[in-house]
């Protein structure tokens, strides 16, 4: 069993910034795929940024040279770097772990809003 522990969400400006934080416990694998999802009212849940444990990256395209995730692994944290926030960038934010064998798990999620 795996616990995500998200932090970080708030309210901000249009072209502000923001940092999430996501702490996972329990059985941690040491390969693993850690990210973050996005899911706005009405909308399905979307991809944002995962990284693994050697540090490779994807993001959505509608968030690359704004977002940036990073990860520590002696931590077992990731983080989400968002700037120039828009206002389409409001969403609940979910913390995601993909481990061996299918195993994935979700955070609770937090509120991000960006007012215009």
């Known amino acids: 069993q795996v616990r995500l522990v998200e932090s970080g969400g708030g309210l901000v400006q249009a072209g502000g910034s923001l940092r999430l934080s996501c702490a996972a416990s329990?059985?941690?694998?040491?390969?693993?795929?850690m990210g973050w999802y996005r899911q706005a009212p009405g909308k399905q849940r979307e991809l944002v940024a995962t990284i693994n444990n050697f540090g490779n990256t994807n993001y959505a395209d509608s968030v690359k040279d704004r977002f940036a995730i990073s990860r520590d692994n002696a931590e077992n944290t990731v983080y989400l770097q968002m700037n120039s926030l828009k206002a389409e960038d409001t969403a609940v934010y979910y913390c995601n772990y993909r481990g061996p064998r299918g195993s994935e798990y979700w955070g609770q999620g937090t509120q991000v809003t960006v007012s215009s």
């Open positions: 329990g059985y941690i694998f040491t390969r693993n795929t």
